[in-house]
């Protein structure tokens, strides 16, 4: 696995990618884009969110199938990326549940044609939360809050 180095040090950490699934598709090519960006961290829980079709290959899978496999690996995640562009029920409880259990979260944002994220999320101090406009500034924000969790690791050690 192709790792980036920080630091001096790897950052290998488990991601849990949120992105509207049910609420919206849009932008699954845009969640593909940032999955390949996580990618070079470390393991990408998630990376389906990013398929055109997520639920392909989980035809047989009932709701509460897929609520427990993604609460498994939310518990399993060094930190959560939510894309919250696209309004989603689902993402917005990810980022809920992943605060209740202590995980960082960074929100990326795109703005334009009048969006604004939710102020639940957007005011939320615990969250960090960047809006973007380039794939670029995504790049740079999902280094930044990966150093900043080797720097809280370092820490707690």
């Not at 699934?21 to 990376?47: F, H, M, N, S």
């Not at 995640?77 to 259990?101: C, F, K, M, N, Q």
Request: hydrophobic fraction near 40%; charge should be positive; charged fraction near 25%.
């Amino acid at each position: 696995m192709q790792t980036r180095r920080c630091c001096e040090r790897q950052i290998l950490v488990k991601v849990y990618f949120a992105g509207s699934i049910r609420g919206g598709r849009q932008d699954a090519a845009l969640y593909r884009q940032i999955i390949a960006l996580l990618r070079p961290y470390g393991e990408v829980l998630t990376e389906h969110v990013g398929d055109a079709d997520p639920d392909h290959g989980d035809g047989a899978v009932d709701d509460r199938a897929i609520y427990r496999r993604d609460m498994a690996w939310l518990e399993q995640a060094d930190a959560v990326v939510a894309e919250v562009t696209v309004p989603s029920h689902g993402v917005g409880y990810e980022i809920a549940r992943a605060e209740t259990l202590g995980k960082p979260v960074l929100c990326l944002f795109r703005p334009g044609n009048g969006r604004q994220p939710s102020a639940l999320i957007a005011g939320n101090r615990g969250l960090r939360c960047v809006r973007y406009e380039t794939m670029k500034e995504v790049d740079t924000a999902l280094a930044s809050f990966l150093r900043s969790l080797q720097s809280s690791t370092r820490k707690a050690s």
